[in-house]
């Protein structure tokens, strides 16, 4: 059974630092992209930020550049997503996906995902 859990979520003061991981089980996934999608309450999911294994490339939001980093484990396993200044907008169910192949930014090709974790910024 493949599984993608998400932790690290929370509660923080504007400002402050958050960094959430993504364990994966069940199958390998080293030939995949690895994803940070969120969905704040009444809008569409969107995509934050991936990491394709196989080279290591990541791509992120205009919105989160140059504040969040995405990383993965040497195992291929876990994918980390460390948020700095985070901001009242970043608050959202930050969800963590896989999809075959390279970088997309679109929901639609991710064919894995977590269940999400609570991430809530108060101003």
């Known amino acids: 059974q493949v599984q993608l859990v998400e932790s690290g979520g929370g509660l923080v003061q504007a400002g402050g630092s958050l960094r959430l991981s993504c364990v994966t089980s069940g199958r390998t996934f080293s030939s995949y992209t690895m994803a940070w999608f969120r969905q704040a309450p009444g809008k569409e999911r969107e995509f934050v930020a991936s990491i394709r294994w196989r080279t290591r490339a990541t791509h992120y939001a205009d919105s989160v550049t140059g504040r969040f980093t995405v990383s993965g484990d040497d195992a291929e396993t876990t994918v980390y997503l460390q948020m700095n200044y985070l901001k009242p907008e970043d608050t959202a169910v930050y969800y963590c996906?896989?999809?075959?192949?390279?970088?997309?930014?679109?929901?639609?090709?991710?064919?894995?995902w977590g269940q999400g974790t609570q991430v809530t910024i108060s101003s």
């Open positions: 996906a896989a999809a075959p192949g390279g970088h997309y930014s679109e929901s639609v090709w991710y064919t894995y």
